[in-house]
């Protein structure tokens, strides 16, 4: 009997991977990666964990996948539950509910594990691809709502009353700004909304938890063929995501960019949150635009994500392309859409399937 089209790990799901659509182009960038984690985990190789120090300094670690998603990856309890709301964390914010990538469940239980984003990336970019491979860096977007789950995180260690007034206590350091949506009013005060910011990292280091899982595939330069060691993965904890909007001096600004922007959304959601109990994460970045598209918070370019990314694995990842025949299984890559790159270039590589 042939084998149905599936992807590893991936035993209970609320992705049926026998249908085709399940491997169009939004679905499969999500679900594949989850399972890229599990079979890494199967073979004893840990997730490289981007995190930050007490000084607020980013450093490397690895992390467990049954850590990562709060449980083991190839358990009978494990249930991968894809765009789905996480309720931990929708206590915090008004409106409509917000889906997270992927929610890990237990689903003997029904307990919500842990909300995860996923961002597949390419490595290299176009503003990396013709440096040395050495100095190969990949893009990373970050969407609103990714920095709504982080305000939430923050929430989330500061829910007692001795927490919140804690967490008050930082926020203070910023005097009262009446118009928020006034750029004349917030830029005086930025370098404060940092520092509060800042100081709230360090007094969570402890605390920090994942929240963005990010693939890298490897290609030949700026070639559509994949290296032959071309898969690892990147796990950036939720403090970590901070100093990605700190890559600029910013001790004076004259004008609010969209990392500058960033950091005043998120001191927004937490101010509000110890005022109100709540706060309108929708409203926050409708009204705090600043002149600026909110259809993404940042974009990294490879040459700026290269100083949190770069080590040896970046180099030289630690899964073959050769693998992802053991990933993608019972011949699920003839239901690909090519409609993406990594999409495409397994359309294009049918030698690694053989």
Same mark, same amino acid.
Request: net charge positive; hydrophobic share 35%; proline share 5%.
């Given at each position: 009997?042939?084998?149905?089209?599936?992807?590893?790990?991936?035993?209970?799901?609320?992705?049926?991977?026998?249908?085709?659509?399940?491997?169009?182009?939004?679905?499969?960038? $999500?679900?594949?990666?989850?399972?890229?984690?599990?079979?890494?985990?199967? #073979?004893?190789? #840990?997730?490289?964990?981007?995190?930050?120090? $007490?000084?607020?300094? &980013?450093?490397?670690?690895?992390?467990?996948?049954?850590?990562?998603?709060?449980?083991?990856?190839?358990?009978?309890?494990?249930?991968?539950?894809?765009?789905?709301?996480?309720? /931990?964390?929708?206590?915090?914010?008004?409106?409509?509910?917000?889906?997270? !990538?992927?929610?890990?469940?237990?689903?003997?239980?029904?307990?919500?594990?842990?909300?995860?984003?996923?961002?597949?990336?390419?490595?290299? !970019?176009?503003?990396?691809?013709?440096?040395?491979?050495?100095?190969?860096?990949?893009?990373?977007?970050?969407?609103?709502?990714?920095?709504?789950?982080?305000?939430?995180? &923050?929430?989330?260690?500061?829910?007692?009353?001795?927490?919140?007034?804690? %967490?008050? $206590?930082?926020?203070?350091?910023?005097?009262?700004?009446?118009?928020?949506?006034?750029?004349?009013?917030?830029?005086?005060?930025?370098?404060?909304?940092?520092?509060?910011?800042?100081?709230?990292?360090?007094?969570?280091?402890?605390?920090?938890?994942?929240?963005?899982?990010?693939? &890298?595939?490897?290609?030949?330069?700026?070639?559509?063929? %994949?290296? !032959? !060691?071309?898969?690892?993965?990147?796990?950036?904890?939720?403090?970590?995501?901070?100093?990605?909007?700190?890559?600029?001096?910013?001790?004076?600004?004259?004008?609010?960019?969209?990392?500058?922007?960033?950091?005043?959304?998120?001191?927004?959601?937490?101010?509000?949150?110890?005022?109100?109990?709540?706060?309108?994460?929708?409203?926050?970045?409708?009204?705090?635009?600043?002149?600026?598209?909110?259809?993404?918070?940042?974009?990294?370019?490879?040459?700026?994500?290269?100083?949190?990314?770069?080590?040896?694995?970046?180099?030289?990842?630690?899964?073959?392309?050769?693998?992802?025949?053991?990933?993608?299984?019972?011949?699920?890559?003839?239901?690909?859409? /090519?409609?993406?790159?990594?999409?495409?270039?397994?359309?294009?590589?049918?030698?690694?399937?053989?």
């Amino acid at each position: 009997m042939k084998n149905k089209p599936a992807l590893f790990g991936q035993k209970y799901s609320s992705r049926d991977y026998t249908k085709a659509e399940c491997w169009g182009k939004n679905q499969f960038n $999500s679900s594949f990666p989850a399972s890229l984690v599990a079979y890494m985990y199967s #073979k004893g190789i #840990k997730p490289v964990y981007i995190k930050t120090t $007490s000084e607020n300094k &980013i450093i490397h670690t690895l992390i467990n996948a049954d850590e990562l998603f709060g449980i083991n990856p190839l358990s009978e309890e494990t249930y991968y539950n894809y765009e789905a709301g996480f309720a /931990p964390y929708e206590k915090f914010y008004q409106g409509e509910r917000e889906k997270i !990538d992927l929610v890990m469940m237990n689903r003997k239980t029904n307990q919500l594990l842990t909300g995860l984003e996923i961002k597949l990336t390419a490595i290299p !970019d176009n503003t990396t691809k013709n440096y040395q491979e050495s100095e190969w860096g990949t893009e990373i977007v970050m969407r609103p709502p990714t920095i709504c789950f982080l305000a939430c995180s &923050i929430c989330n260690s500061y829910t007692s009353l001795k927490e919140k007034e804690r %967490l008050r $206590s930082f926020l203070r350091q910023v005097p009262q700004i009446n118009h928020w949506e006034e750029m004349d009013e917030v830029i005086p005060y930025y370098e404060k909304i940092l520092s509060s910011l800042l100081a709230i990292s360090k007094d969570l280091t402890k605390k920090q938890r994942p929240l963005i899982i990010q693939p &890298i595939w490897k290609t030949e330069g700026n070639k559509m063929r %994949l290296k !032959d !060691d071309c898969l690892d993965v990147f796990v950036w904890s939720n403090l970590s995501i901070i100093q990605m909007c700190c890559t600029e001096d910013n001790t004076t600004i004259s004008r609010i960019n969209r990392f500058h922007r960033t950091i005043i959304w998120i001191y927004k959601m937490l101010l509000d949150y110890v005022t109100y109990d709540t706060f309108d994460y929708k409203r926050i970045i409708r009204l705090q635009s600043y002149n600026l598209a909110n259809d993404k918070a940042f974009a990294l370019p490879g040459t700026k994500s290269l100083k949190f990314i770069k080590n040896d694995i970046i180099i030289k990842p630690r899964i073959s392309k050769f693998e992802i025949k053991n990933i993608i299984l019972g011949g699920g890559q003839d239901l690909l859409s /090519p409609e993406r790159r990594f999409d495409a270039v397994l359309v294009n590589s049918p030698d690694i399937f053989d």
